[in-house]
């Protein structure tokens, strides 16, 4: 009696430490995905480890990257999982994380309807606007979208939205979620506000807090919504103009395409007394994820 107990102690432990295994690896062994600058106006920049890059179309960033607009400016960018975001003037994103399996073939956004393979991706607006399109989430695998405020984080579930958070220069900065397709859910990162907002189709919420901006232009929270978050419809003139700018990045997407990355070949080179050798070694990509798991639908079920 005594050895099957301990045999079965031992079966927990290494089953349990196996799961975990997989399940702190999932993002760790995902390769970082590729995002396409598709349409820029005026002046756009990106600045990662000190580096500051003008953007055009056609340059090619990841994750790590803070994209900065300036005034009367704006940007396209587009993710290799399908999913875009236009970034308005005077706004500042950041790619916090965007991790995406390979996948078997080549893909047009145009035609993107899910992403093509279980993707990560968090970004990060800290002032700004931005008009967003998320395709169809990989969510049973691990699939996941967020945007990142400092009112709170956006979980989006395949949709198109639209958010704006922007100091007003008095002390207090107003905050809008507006949901055109599907569903988002904010959660909360600010005080007096509930833990979880779901914001439905064609709905929208707008919340005023006071903030404290230094002079680096970091924006902290002092304090949050004087009155209570409440889901209103999103009024006929804002649904008209995320449609005018959901309009143009379709029309500024219509040629992306991206391919998974071809193995890639390293040469080493070894020196002995009299010879020298160099051998070729060609490392292979990871496996390009084949089937496709259960898709959210736009609702987030």
């Not at 390293?266 to 496709?292: F, G, I, L, M, W």
């Amino acid at each position: 009696m005594y050895k099957k107990l301990i045999s079965w102690f031992w079966i927990l432990i290494f089953t349990g430490f196996v799961s975990y295994n997989a399940l702190g690896q999932s993002d760790a062994g995902r390769p970082e995905g590729v995002i396409k600058i598709a349409k820029v106006t005026g002046e756009v920049t990106a600045t990662k480890d000190g580096n500051t890059l003008k953007l055009s179309v056609g340059t090619e960033i990841s994750q790590g990257y803070v994209v900065n607009t300036a005034a009367e400016s704006s940007v396209v960018l587009v993710f290799s999982n399908g999913a875009t975001i236009n970034l308005a003037e005077d706004s500042s994103l950041a790619i916090d994380e965007f991790l995406q399996d390979p996948f078997a073939d080549e893909v047009s956004v145009a035609s993107m309807t899910a992403e093509p393979s279980v993707s990560t991706t968090k970004l990060h607006l800290s002032r700004g606007e931005l008009v967003g399109n998320v395709k169809k989430l990989n969510a049973d695998a691990g699939s996941s979208f967020t945007v990142q405020t400092p009112v709170g984080a956006a979980g989006i579930r395949g949709t198109t939205f639209r958010i704006i958070f922007r100091p007003d220069g008095t002390g207090r900065a107003f905050f809008s979620l507006t949901t055109v397709e599907g569903n988002v859910v904010l959660a909360a990162g600010t005080v007096n506000m509930p833990n979880e907002t779901a914001v439905g189709q064609d709905k929208e919420v707008e919340i005023v807090i006071d903030v404290e901006v230094d002079d680096a232009g970091v924006i902290t929270v002092t304090s949050g919504p004087s009155t209570p978050v409440i889901v209103i419809d999103t009024p006929p003139a804002t649904q008209a103009a995320v449609a005018a700018t959901v309009q143009q990045v379709v029309q500024a997407v219509a040629t992306v395409v991206f391919t998974t990355p071809p193995p890639t070949t390293t040469t080493t080179t070894t020196t002995t007394t009299n010879t020298t050798k160099t051998e070729e070694k060609t490392t292979q990509s990871p496996p390009a994820t084949q089937t496709t798991p259960r898709t959210t639908s736009g609702d987030g079920k």
